[in-house]
């Protein structure tokens, strides 16, 4: 096995545990396919799988140092992720109950403006999260040797984008499936308020959370 193989396999490997682990992402899928539909989860699931490219292409290119050892920075992101988590979770409480009829079928979504807006929302929830930049940088850099051609770091990147969408997927799918409509008609507007108050908490975690970056 030649050592860049191993090198990948190793980094998709970490990597992969730390996309099934429920945070802001999960939650936010979950929002997106229940109260949106089917077609908002899987758009905002290839939204936060985008986002890895764009924690590629920094940390590539030297400037997710500045992030890591800038406590300025670090709270800067810090403060507008908890903000974004915050606002997208008081509009879910307050929403009324979702859709159940909308979940499968393709046409026109309320709330969020359609396809784009469900891809950014996805995209937004995963590049403001600090502690997505700290975790990619550290493994990132923990996992891949400096000597690894450009091109095949930037290949990881979007392996690791075409990883993270794809679980997501399967979540969004999930949670539009038959046993999950049932379970959510029997819930009503009881899982709007369980959501966003999951991500208000989400929001208030990040917002209290102690800069973990070196000055």
Not at 22 to 50: H, I, K, Y
Not at 81 to 100: E, F, K, M, N, S
């Amino acid at each position: 096995m030649s050592s860049h193989l191993a090198e990948f396999l190793t980094l998709m490997a970490v990597f992969g545990l730390a996309a099934v682990t429920p945070g802001p992402d999960f939650a936010m899928v979950v929002r997106q396919s229940v109260a949106q539909g089917r077609r908002a989860g899987l758009f905002t699931s290839l939204g936060v799988g985008s986002a890895i490219l764009f924690h590629a292409a920094y940390t590539i290119a030297g400037l997710g140092l500045v992030v890591a050892h800038s406590l300025l920075a670090f709270n800067i992101l810090k403060w507008a992720g908890a903000a974004y988590l915050i606002y997208v979770g008081v509009r879910t409480w307050r929403a009324p109950p979702p859709d159940l009829d909308a979940m499968v079928a393709d046409g026109p979504r309320r709330g969020v403006a359609g396809d784009f807006g469900s891809f950014t929302l996805g995209f937004l929830t995963n590049v403001l999260n600090p502690k997505a930049v700290l975790f990619f940088l550290s493994i990132f850099t923990t996992l891949v040797s400096p000597t690894t051609p450009l091109a095949l770091q930037a290949g990881y990147g979007v392996a690791m984008g075409g990883l993270l969408a794809l679980w997501f997927s399967l979540v969004a799918l999930a949670f539009t499936g038959g046993a999950a409509r049932a379970m959510l008609a029997r819930l009503g507007r009881t899982f709007n308020r369980l959501t966003g108050g999951a991500l208000i908490l989400l929001g208030l975690r990040l917002a209290f959370q102690r800069g973990q970056a070196a000055t």
